[in-house]
Structure formats: C-alpha cells, structure tokens
C-alpha cells in the first residue's frame, strides 16, 4: 500500500471557506483503480495557521502515479487557482510506503518494500 499526504497551512480566518472548498469538490477518487480511501484532517492551530492534511490510501504506488496522470486528477484539480483561501505556501506533498499495517482485531501484516 501508499499512502500520499498534502499539508495545508490556512491563515486564521479561512478555516470555514478551505473546509466548504473541500466539501464542495466533486469526488472522482472513486473513479480510479487502486484508490482504497480519502480524508482530510484537521490540526492544531498556531498563531499564524491552521493545519490540514489530505490523506489518501492506494493499494500501491503505481496506482497513485496513476491518479495524478488521470483525467479525473485534472478535473479534480481544475479550479484550484480560483481559491479565495490563503495559505502560507502551498501544499506540502509527503509519501509513505506501508511497510506493517494492522487492522482492528490485532491482525497484522508485513508488506513487501
């Protein structure tokens, strides 16, 4: 599995409009093979930003790959520069490669680097 990250620093005051921003976008994650599941987390506040993070599962790395090659990436990311939100700089991408997952009930397994 992967797992791709974008960090988000919103300044003060822009918290409700990123959040509506997110609810508002269409989906199309869904569409793409290998995509497992989404969320965006909400972080601690500091003087000068709240921090967010996109979170997304794929069953590998080339699956994500793929989804920022797709159609349904460039759709998704198609008004992005129409945001009235600001940031302190823009996303800041981090991946990670699943190396030991567990699930609810304790099971555990090893993937393969």
């Known amino acids: 599995m992967y797992i791709a990250m974008n960090r988000f620093r919103v300044v ?19 569409e793409v093979p290998g995509y497992i599941e989404f969320q965006m987390l909400k972080g601690p506040k500091a003087e000068d930003h709240t921090l967010y993070a996109s979170h997304t599962v794929w069953d590998s790395y080339d699956s994500f790959v793929a989804w920022t090659k797709s159609e349904q990436f460039r759709a ?11 940031y302190l700089s ?13 699930d609810s009930a304790g099971n555990r397994r090893s993937q393969a680097a």
Not at 12 to 29: K, V, Y
Not at 78 to 83: H, I, K, N
Not at 90 to 102: D, L, M, Q
């Open 12 to 30: 003060p005051g822009f918290e409700d409009a990123f959040e509506a921003q997110w609810l508002g976008r269409q989906g199309r994650l869904s």
């Open 76 to 86: 998704a990311h198609a008004r992005t520069g129409e945001s009235k939100v600001q």
């Open 90 to 102: 823009g996303p800041h991408f981090e991946g990670f490669e699943v190396i030991i997952s567990e």
